[in-house]
């Protein structure tokens, strides 16, 4: 079956770094996405991998190895704003996409 | 990125009643759209995927009777609660995707409470 997998609660202090890991299996697989999520909205989007490797947009990083079945989130320079939920999402052979139940990131100053 | 506006917000409505969510792709085309579920302190589910045109495929225990879905244009998707009942309120949420595309935009959600 396909599956995500990720930490349900994670807690790290304002300036910190966080690394969020998610494991994944798909049917095919076409990519994993990154999605913030603050309680009572929507997703926005974060990132997205389809090779092998690290990808940085400022303070927020997000790495993939396909051999592995393995991404993870880096945040740095936390921010109080950033507590919120991590949604990680694979997108499968038919291009759906499977959802983890999301980390919730507790900031603490 | 893209904008995807979905609306209304928030609504209430009263037990037996049907509500009509929108979600509109502002400046894309929105060959497929997803409609999605979440629960408080879960992640989204997918309840249906609708390609523009076509009727919506549903995912298995979702009634399509139930959550009617219209995708008539490339730019507008349409999710109908009917008979709405107390246990329908939820966050419900959409997003879009463009043909060829791989990342889907989403709409701000609407959360629904039936009372």
């Known amino acids: 079956g396909q599956n995500i997998d990720q930490p349900t609660e994670m807690t790290a202090t304002e300036g910190a770094i966080v690394q969020i890991n998610c494991t994944y299996q798909t049917s095919g697989f076409n990519g994993l996405f990154w999605y913030q999520q603050h309680a009572g909205e929507a997703p926005t989007f974060l990132s997205y991998n389809v090779l092998d490797g690290l990808e940085e947009k400022g303070r927020f990083s997000s790495f993939l190895s396909r051999s592995k079945g393995y991404s993870y989130l880096l945040l740095k320079e936390l921010q109080m704003k950033d507590s919120a939920s991590y949604l990680c999402a694979a997108l499968d052979s038919n291009y759906q996409l499977i959802w983890g139940a999301g980390t919730k990131l507790i900031i603490k100053p | 990125g893209a904008v995807v506006s979905q609306h209304p917000s928030r609504v209430i409505c009263k037990s037996g009643t049907s509500v009509k969510i929108e979600c509109r792709s502002l400046?894309?085309?929105?060959?497929?759209m997803f409609w999605y579920r979440q629960f408080p302190k879960k992640s989204l589910m997918l309840m249906a995927t609708s390609n523009e045109g076509s009727k919506a495929t549903y995912e298995q225990g979702v009634e399509k009777d139930k959550f009617l879905i219209n995708h008539a244009s490339l730019t507008l998707s349409t999710l109908t609660v009917t008979s709405a009942h107390p246990e329908d309120s939820s966050f419900y949420i959409c997003?879009?995707?463009?043909?060829?595309?791989?990342?889907?935009?989403f709409g701000q959600g609407t959360r629904l409470t039936v009372v």
């Open positions: 997003s879009a995707r463009g043909n060829g595309d791989t990342e889907a935009f």
């Open positions: 400046d894309f085309q929105a060959t497929t």
